[in-house]
């Protein structure tokens, strides 16, 4: 299958509707943001683009690609990964972590937590894993999801910087964390979600405003927005911010978004260091943050990539990352991966409501797989 692998297969791809960025090959790496941040801000190199995990402890997966693509569109898969012989794919669930049951259990217990504790918002996901017979390439999951994707959004990121060897990081996430474009910032997070019903118009335009009603969903999303307002606003001569959020929507899910806009002050920092200050959010995370993180690192496997951002910076300072949602971690084997899901917790969830909400949530990468 990979012999015959299009010449013009990306390393890395964003792909959005606005415009879009895909690389080939390295010139070099960065396991630490802060170096890359300097090397854009100094001309040493032209682009950076890659993952940022979840820890931010944790080595980053930052690559100088050899090849630059722009297009102001979003992009069109390969021939090759929609009729040809690299579009065929066979997944199966290997596994569960946890189990959902388990799951249920660990939502249960943060509730209660959060009610009796400091925590605010706790963030708590749970992983699916998925074997491959034949084995996949990552670029055929990422060309199924941009097809599949309400808005043509879709990216890949190379883990191997990282020291994960022929790791992928494939996903479509509907969330921006931020976008710079010379003095102008924008953010689109979400926070606050339901499923979507497939079967019934009615209920689900129903389901879309209960959302938007729903004072739980909106005191979830409120602590996001309060977030990204105090990192950007001290860095901002202007920030407009709605007062309530809007009703958005993917194929599986309604959201709760507030667009975010602001004018930088000079000297502005690079999307790249926008990006570190800005992640993980509440809407991934939690808050307070390191009360979050603690309780998240106790009760979950290691998220690895999975609700950190991947996106792309260039040396004039522009560049586009999206929280690492509706993704998962291709190996280096093309013969398994791991797709995550998660939910943010309040007093007021509920448990039940909260695990089907992550069920729904990983459809985005199930339907993909054909699962």
Known sequence: MCANRPS???DFLLSRAHGSVRTQGSLGSFLDVWQAVEALDTGDVDMVVGALPFDRDAAAALTVPHN????PSALEPHPYYR???GSKLNAKVWGFDPEPSE??????????????SVLDKVVLARAVDIEFDPPVD????????????YTRDGFIADLTPAGKLGHMLVGSSPEVLVRRQGNKVTSYPLAGSAPR????????????????SSAKDHEEHAYVVEHIRQILAPLCSSL???DQPILDKTNEMWHLATPIEGVLKDPAPNALELAAMLYPTPAVCGTPTDAAEALIVTAESDRCFYAGTVGW????????YMVAIRCAEVDGAGTMARAWAGGGLVADSDPESELEETTAKLRTIMRALGL
Do not use: M, W
């Open 138 to 149: 990552p670029r055929l999951v990422a060309a199924r999801l941009i097809d599949l994707s």
């Open 197 to 212: 019903n497939f079967y019934d118009k009615a209920a689900d335009e129903a389901a879309g405003q209960a959302l938007a």
């Open 240 to 242: 407009s911010i709605s």
């Open 68 to 71: 630059i693509i722009r297009e």
């Open 313 to 320: 910076c260039d040396s004039s300072g522009d560049g586009e």
């Open 103 to 116: 799951h249920l259990r660990r939502v249960e217990a943060a509730v209660e937590t959060i009610r009796s």
């Open 8 to 10: 013009t297969a990306p």
């Open 83 to 85: 009729i040809g012989e």
